[in-house]
């Protein structure tokens, strides 16, 4: 089973970038207001919540969620996705969220053939949820659409860059 160690610093930073560009690319596909994109934040957390909760769950998933948790992590996170998307603007966020999965994909191909399955679905299954988590559309929460269709293309363009197909 793969982890931290079977990976350089780099390639571990862009898989560790994949989960946090997953549902931001879902997001930004089709903004649903502030509150809607708190719940789709929120609904994001709760899938590594759940990752992390699961004894099931793929190791390679559990020790990046279990990096997450370091600071120093966080933080050489946090500073590759300001490099990427410093002089982005919204319409640039999905496209640049599929390199970063392109580019993670693959690192795990690579790297990490026997657990790149698993990850890369559960990758699917966190986009999935995140755009079941407001709905779209609608006026004061009455109609609308659980998923739009930007979102629906938005997760048939992360499994495409994963290499595997959507979950929703």
Known sequence: MANKASFTPDEWTKVMESVAVTGMAV????????????KEALAGGAALAQAKADPH?????????????SADSRNAVQEALKQRFADAKPGDVVPRALEILRQASAVLDSKAPADAPAFKAWLNSVAAKVAEASTEGGFLGFGGVKVSDAEKATLADIAKALGTTASA
Request: charged share 20%; no cysteine.
């Open 27 to 38: 997001t930004a596909a089709d903004p649903s207001g502030l509150w809607g994109m708190l």
């Open 57 to 69: 769950a793929n190791e390679l998933v559990k020790a990046v969620i279990a990096d997450f948790e």
